[in-house]
C-alpha cells in the first residue's frame, strides 16, 4: 500500500511557474511508478507526465511538453512536477499516482494508487 499527499498547487497568472510536489509514505517508493494526471471541471481525467521507477524515462502529454518536468528523489520519497510558463487551460486538479511495475503508464487504469489531489488555477 502507498499512500500520497500532494500540495504545491495554488492561484498563478498566466506565465507564471509553480512547483508540485507529492510525498509518498508506506512500501518501497522507488519501486513504483510514478505520474502526474488532472482533471478539470466537466472533463475526464487526463494524463500529464509519468515517469518509470528508472529516472531515465519520461513521458508528457502533448499539451505540456517544454513547459512541464516530471522529477523524482527516492531518498525523499516525493515525486516533482515543475509548471511553467502556464496557461489558463492548465486549470485543474492535479493528481499524483503511483504504479506497480515496470514502465511508464499513460493512462488512469494503469496507475494503483491516487493523491487526493491539488488545485492549480492560473487567472489569464
Known amino acids: 500500500q502507498v499512500h500520497l499527499v500532494e500540495s504545491g498547487g495554488g492561484l498563478v497568472q498566466a506565465g507564471d511557474s509553480l512547483r508540485l510536489s507529492c510525498v509518498a509514505s508506506?512500501?518501497?517508493?522507488?519501486?513504483?511508478?510514478i505520474g502526474w494526471f488532472r482533471q478539470a471541471p466537466g472533463q475526464e481525467r487526463e494524463f500529464v507526465a509519468g515517469?518509470?521507477?528508472?529516472?531515465?524515462?519520461?513521458y508528457y502529454a502533448d499539451a505540456v511538453k517544454g513547459r512541464f518536468t516530471i522529477s523524482r528523489d527516492n531518498a525523499k520519497n516525493t515525486a516533482y512536477l515543475q509548471m511553467n510558463s502556464l496557461k489558463s487551460e492548465d486549470t485543474a486538479v492535479y493528481y499524483c499516482?503511483?504504479?506497480?511495475?515496470?514502465?511508464?503508464?499513460?493512462?488512469?487504469?494503469?496507475?494503483?494508487?491516487w493523491g487526493q489531489g491539488t488545485q492549480v488555477t492560473v487567472s489569464s
Open positions: 499516482a503511483a504504479k506497480i511495475g515496470l514502465g511508464v503508464g499513460t493512462t488512469v487504469g494503469s496507475y494503483h494508487y
Open positions: 508506506g512500501r518501497t517508493f522507488s519501486s513504483y511508478g
Open positions: 515517469r518509470g521507477w528508472s529516472q531515465n524515462a519520461a
